[in-house]
C-alpha cells in the first residue's frame, strides 16, 4: 500500500520567514496530494491541494509543489504569521479508486514573533 | 453554510464497553469518512460510507464498523473497547466518493480506562 513520509516532524520560524514542509510517497499510481492544517481541538482543515497534471499550485501565502518523478511534493509558505502555527498533513491517494487518503505523521510548525 | 458536526466531543469508556460516535455530514454531502488520530501515529482510514452502503474499510478489526442513514449521516459503533482505541475520532464528508474534496469536522475524544 501507499507509504507517505513527512518531514520535519517540528519546524520553527521566525514571523515572516518561509517555511517548507517535504513529503515522499512509494506508490506512483497516486495522483492526488492534498495538505491540512489542524489547529489545536479543531478538525483538520484542507488548506491545498495538487493534481499530478500539474507541478505547481499557489494560493496567496501558500504554495504547494509536485515532482512526480521523484515521487515527492512540498509545501511552501511565505511571510509566516503566528496564526500559521498548526499542525500541517500531506497526503497522497489515487482519484475515483476508492482508496483512502494515506497521511503523513505530520509537521508541528511554530512561528515565533 | 454549517460545517461537518460531530457528537460527543468527549467520550470517557472502560475496557470492554462499546462506543457509538456520531457524525451529520455538510449539507448535500453523500459520503463519509472516519479516520482514527492517535497519538504519534496520523490520521488512519477507519471507513467510508456513501449512497447508506460500506465502500471500502482500513486496517481494522471487525469490532470497528459502523452505518450510514439516508439522511446521510453516520455512526461509528467500536466494541470490546481497547486502551489502544483512545484516540481522536475525526470524520470527514465529500460530495461524492474519492476525488473529492474531504472536509473534517472537529472530532470526537475517545479515552478508554
Known amino acids: 500500500g501507499e507509504n507517505v513520509e513527512q518531514h520535519p516532524s517540528t519546524l520553527s520560524v521566525q514571523e515572516g520567514d518561509s517555511a517548507v514542509i517535504k513529503c515522499t510517497y512509494s506508490d506512483s499510481a497516486s495522483n492526488y496530494f492534498p495538505w491540512y492544517k489542524q489547529e489545536l481541538g479543531k478538525g483538520p482543515q484542507l488548506i491545498i491541494d495538487?493534481?499530478?497534471?500539474?507541478g505547481e499550485k499557489k494560493d496567496q501565502r501558500i504554495a504547494v509543489t509536485l515532482n512526480k518523478t521523484a515521487k515527492h511534493f512540498s509545501l511552501h509558505i511565505t511571510e509566516t504569521q503566528p496564526e500559521d502555527s498548526a499542525v500541517y498533513f500531506c497526503a497522497a491517494s489515487i482519484l475515483n479508486s476508492g482508496y483512502a487518503l494515506n497521511f503523513g505523521k505530520g509537521t508541528s510548525l511554530l512561528v515565533t514573533p | 453554510e454549517a460545517g461537518v458536526t460531530q457528537s460527543p466531543t468527549h467520550l470517557i469508556k472502560t475496557r470492554g464497553q462499546q462506543a457509538t460516535l456520531r457524525c451529520s455530514p455538510i449539507s448535500g454531502h453523500t459520503s463519509v469518512y472516519w479516520y482514527q488520530q492517535a497519538l504519534g501515529l496520523g490520521l488512519q482510514f477507519l471507513l467510508w460510507y456513501d449512497e447508506g452502503e460500506e465502500r471500502n474499510r482500513g486496517n481494522f478489526p471487525p469490532r470497528f464498523s459502523g452505518r450510514q442513514f439516508p439522511n446521510y449521516s453516520s455512526e461509528l459503533n467500536v466494541n470490546a473497547l481497547e486502551l489502544e482505541d483512545s484516540a481522536l475520532y475525526l470524520c470527514?464528508?465529500?460530495?461524492?466518493?474519492?476525488?473529492?474534496?474531504?472536509?473534517f469536522g472537529p472530532g470526537t475524544r475517545l479515552l478508554v480506562l
Open positions: 470527514a464528508s465529500s460530495f461524492r466518493g474519492w476525488g473529492e474534496t474531504q472536509y
Open positions: 495538487i493534481r499530478s497534471n500539474v
